[in-house]
């Protein structure tokens, strides 16, 4: 399996995505019923989003705490936000939801803050080192 030195940047990266992703759980499930009053979305999904979100902050804070990492462990954190950002805007055209204009705008944001954690963290990624195996 592949090994990078974890970049200064790319751990930074992790941290800022680990902290964004633990407040944005932590306002979905304590303000879900304000919230979908406010956005006009089901207060189902927000928990859920709240239910992903929580232990996916726990996973990245953990990763942002090692100097090396397997480089697919990279790519899943990259991969898993990319699909965030898909699902969010196909959420909005699917017409599963009809959310106010607030709510347009509060998904449309968080799926380009967490398409600038994805840009960062490929970013992040290309700066860190390549480990050479050790052969016995």
């Known amino acids: 399996m592949s090994?990078?030195?974890t970049s200064t940047f790319l751990r930074r990266v992790l941290v800022l995505d680990a902290v964004s992703?633990?407040?944005m759980g932590f306002l979905l499930m304590t303000f879900t019923g304000w919230l979908s009053g406010v956005f006009d979305l089901p207060a189902a999904l927000l928990q859920q989003a709240s239910v992903v979100l929580l232990p996916f902050a726990l996973l990245l804070a953990f990763?942002?705490?090692r100097s090396r990492l397997p480089r697919a462990a990279v790519w899943a954190v990259i991969v898993a936000n990319a699909i965030w950002v898909?699902?969010?805007?196909v959420l909005l055209f699917t017409g599963w939801v009809?959310?106010?204009l607030l709510g347009?705008?509060?998904v449309v944001g968080q799926a380009a803050f967490v398409a600038v954690i994805v840009e960062l963290e490929y970013i992040g990624l290309?700066?860190?080192v390549?480990?050479?195996p050790l052969r016995a």
């Open 3 to 5: 090994q990078i030195e």
């Open 21 to 23: 992703c633990a407040g």
């Open 63 to 65: 990763l942002s705490t």
């Open 86 to 89: 898909i699902d969010s805007v």
């Open 98 to 100: 009809q959310p106010s």
């Open 104 to 106: 347009y705008l509060f």
């Open 126 to 128: 290309r700066k860190s």
């Open 130 to 132: 390549a480990v050479t």
